[in-house]
C-alpha cells in the first residue's frame, strides 16, 4: 500500500520548490493530465499556463522570483478504493526583492483534486482561491482580474 498522504504532501511541495526557483515550466508540469483554475478564471492547460507564469511572474537577477511558498494545513482525503483524493490547503507567498524587507505578498487557499495512476499520485485539479493580497509590484508584472479586485 503507498503512502498516499505522503505522496500527495509531495506534490504540494513541489509545486511550491519549483515556483520558488523560478522553474515555471517545471510547475506547468506538475498540471500536464489536470486543470489549473485561479478565481473564477476558465481552467488552464499545461500549456497555457506556463504561458501565463512567464507574463505574469518577474524573475529577478538571480532567476527566481525571490519567494517562499509556504503550504500549510493540508487536509487530505484519500478514496484509495477509486485511486482518488482531495486537499484542501492554504497558501502564504513571502517575498523579499530589491530593496524591500520580508514581507507576506499574497496568501490563499488551493483547493485540489487527485488522482492515483499506475500506481503514482498526480494532480488531477488546482482550483487557486486569493484571500488576502499585499504589495505585488515585485512578484507580478500585471494583475489579473481575480486578484485585482481583492
Given at each position: 500500500?503507498?503512502?498516499?498522504?505522503?505522496?500527495?504532501?509531495?506534490?504540494?511541495?513541489?509545486?511550491?520548490?519549483?515556483?520558488?526557483?523560478?522553474?515555471?515550466?517545471?510547475?506547468?508540469?506538475?498540471?500536464?493530465?489536470?486543470?489549473?483554475?485561479?478565481?473564477?478564471?476558465?481552467?488552464?492547460?499545461?500549456?497555457?499556463?506556463?504561458?501565463?507564469?512567464?507574463?505574469?511572474?518577474?524573475?529577478?537577477?538571480?532567476?527566481?522570483?525571490?519567494?517562499?511558498?509556504?503550504?500549510?494545513?493540508?487536509?487530505?482525503?484519500?478514496?484509495?478504493?477509486?485511486?482518488?483524493?482531495?486537499?484542501?490547503?492554504?497558501?502564504?507567498?513571502?517575498?523579499?526583492?530589491?530593496?524591500?524587507?520580508?514581507?507576506?505578498?499574497?496568501?490563499?487557499?488551493?483547493?485540489?483534486?487527485?488522482e492515483r495512476v499506475d500506481g503514482s499520485w498526480r494532480f488531477?485539479?488546482?482550483?487557486?482561491?486569493?484571500?488576502?493580497?499585499?504589495?505585488?509590484?515585485?512578484?507580478?508584472?500585471?494583475?489579473?482580474?481575480?486578484?485585482?479586485?481583492?
Open positions: 500500500m503507498s503512502d498516499a498522504r505522503g505522496e500527495i504532501e509531495n506534490l504540494l511541495y513541489t509545486y511550491a520548490e519549483r515556483m520558488d526557483a523560478g522553474d515555471l515550466a517545471g510547475v506547468a508540469r506538475l498540471f500536464e493530465h489536470a486543470a489549473f483554475r485561479a478565481g473564477d478564471a476558465p481552467a488552464l492547460t499545461m500549456e497555457q499556463l506556463e504561458q501565463v507564469y512567464r507574463e505574469l511572474v518577474m524573475l529577478h537577477e538571480d532567476g527566481t522570483p525571490r519567494t517562499m511558498h509556504l503550504t500549510t494545513n493540508a487536509l487530505i482525503e484519500v478514496d484509495e478504493a477509486t485511486g482518488t483524493a482531495r486537499c484542501r490547503s492554504y497558501y502564504t507567498v513571502i517575498q523579499a526583492a530589491g530593496d524591500t524587507t520580508l514581507q507576506p505578498v499574497v496568501a490563499g487557499r488551493y483547493h485540489d483534486r487527485f488531477a485539479e488546482r482550483h487557486v482561491h486569493v484571500d488576502l493580497v499585499g504589495d505585488l509590484s515585485r512578484h507580478l508584472r500585471t494583475i489579473p482580474p481575480q486578484i485585482r479586485k481583492r
